[in-house]
């Protein structure tokens, strides 16, 4: 389990093919930390530790998640968030946030608003019914409010330690991110439409 509090951003350093997986090769200031096993979240994808070198730490990403997750367009170079696990002794800040990518959304605008930012996304309409005003939603890993949720559209605004310390900075128009929807909306829903 994860609260979406970005701990830090990792360089992919390179992705090797094993037959439908990829392997990432990921340089970050806390790989040396890590253990192999531990759960580790990517962009808001949990992935299992398989390896530390130094510097930098590997994880296996499957065929399912390149699918569902912006994983398989990530190219060497690319900068992606990360978290470790939550601690069950420590503060949660986010919101419950599981490392289970529900869609993958692009961005649609930046604007810069003197000192902080509101990006707007838009998305497969299918999960607006997960969506409130002023909600949790989980954007690459990170644990932000939604507003001006419309179908398939909805903005959130950007604080400059944000912006500075996430792969945010990055993004621009086109850019394609991760979505996690709020587990407490997808569990109430079921309840409320059970299959």
Request: glycine share 8%.
């Amino acid at each position: 389990m994860f609260t979406g509090i970005v701990e830090n951003t990792g360089k992919v350093v390179s992705i090797a093919t094993q037959g439908s997986n990829h392997v990432f090769e990921i340089q970050s200031k806390i790989s040396q930390e890590l253990k192999v096993d531990q759960s580790l979240s990517h962009d808001g994808v949990c992935l299992t530790v398989t390896k530390v070198d130094s510097d930098r730490h590997f994880v296996t990403a499957v065929e399912e998640t390149l699918i569902k997750s912006n994983l398989g367009k990530v190219v060497p170079g690319s900068y992606i968030n990360l978290e470790r696990a939550m601690l069950n002794n420590g503060r949660f800040d986010g919101h419950i946030v599981q490392g289970h990518v529900d869609q993958i959304g692009e961005v649609e605008d930046i604007s810069e608003q003197d000192g902080s930012w509101l990006f707007t996304f838009s998305f497969k309409p299918t999960n607006t019914v997960l969506m409130v005003e002023k909600g949790s939603i989980c954007v690459n890993g990170i644990s932000l409010t939604c507003f001006n949720v419309e179908k398939g559209r909805f903005t959130v605004a950007i604080i400059p330690y944000t912006y500075e310390n996430t792969n945010f900075q990055y993004l621009k128009p086109g850019s394609v991110i991760n979505l996690e929807f709020d587990i407490l909306g997808k569990y109430i829903n079921r309840i409320m439409h059970p299959e």
